[in-house]
């Protein structure tokens, strides 16, 4: 969410609005729900996998019953829909192809070998999503979802090899577990690093990063890059990075 409300602030502050205007919140609030429903709904579909491998996780430790899960779906679902309204059709109708993607992922395809697909859809979808919410142009982010798409991947199986000793055991036949985890892990972290180079590269090649953009982007690069020592310590790098990265590319470009 943090994620989200950084790019949607600086949009809207560059297309003359309020940085935190009415659309600015309602788009955020979408895509919380979106979240909500997203993470709620892993936890109820994988609750007999997670009963074996991860078993302090909700439903297994009893915290949460699995139709409570469910009902905190529907809520996380709800509150997207109804905070979608006020920002448009073509907002709600990009943010329920992307909760639709994750669904798709929790309920059928995070177990084989598509598994990175609905990352690539819900991910190169945010920035689209965010940008029809707030109101201003797609030509604003016409390239964001392929500068996405190779760090969702990263993402993906940054995350899968964090688990990949229990989705062994649990035959998973998801991406991570098809590539191995040494591959999976290497392809993670150089797409991830790739990514960050190469576009802050580019911007600073053509003197559009100024110094704000530039020690965003670089803590960017250092997070990532710490991650060389371990799949949990790349997924938090990623997840800083993500933000880091994401307000250096919408001030470098606005």
């Known amino acids: 969410m943090l994620l989200s409300a950084v790019l949607a602030s600086i949009l809207s502050a560059q297309a003359g609005m309020a940085p935190v205007g009415g659309r600015v919140v309602?788009?955020?609030?979408?895509?919380?729900?979106?979240?909500?429903?997203?993470?709620?709904?892993?936890?109820?579909?994988?609750?007999?996998?997670d009963a074996t491998a991860q078993p302090s996780k909700p439903i297994p430790s009893g915290a949460v019953s699995a139709p409570a899960a469910l009902a905190v779906a529907a809520i996380g679902l709800l509150l997207q829909v109804v905070a979608s309204i006020p920002t448009g059709v073509a907002a709600l109708a990009t943010g329920l192809v992307a909760s639709g993607s994750a669904a798709a992922y929790n309920l059928l395809l995070s177990r084989t070998p598509l598994s990175v697909l609905p990352y690539l859809v819900s991910f190169g979808l945010l920035p689209i999503w965010i940008a029809v919410g707030i109101g201003v142009s797609l030509e604003r982010v016409a390239f964001a979802p392929l500068l996405v798409a190779p760090f969702a991947a990263a993402a993906h199986l940054a995350n899968t090899v964090r688990d990949f000793d229990a989705d062994a055991a649990l035959r998973s036949g998801n991406l991570a577990q098809v590539l191995g985890r040494r591959r999976s892990f290497a392809l993670a972290y150089g797409l991830a690093l790739g990514i960050g180079v190469g576009v802050g590269a580019f911007l600073l090649r053509d003197g559009a990063i100024e110094a704000p953009g530039l020690v965003l982007g670089a803590g960017g690069i250092v997070a990532v890059a710490?991650?060389?020592t371990g799949p949990r310590r790349l997924w938090f790098g990623m997840l800083v990075a993500a933000v880091c990265w994401t307000a250096a590319w919408a001030l470098a470009t606005g």
């Open 226 to 228: 710490q991650g060389i």
């Open 26 to 49: 309602w788009t955020v609030l979408a895509v919380l729900g979106s979240q909500v429903f997203t993470g709620a709904l892993n936890d109820w579909a994988d609750r007999e996998r």
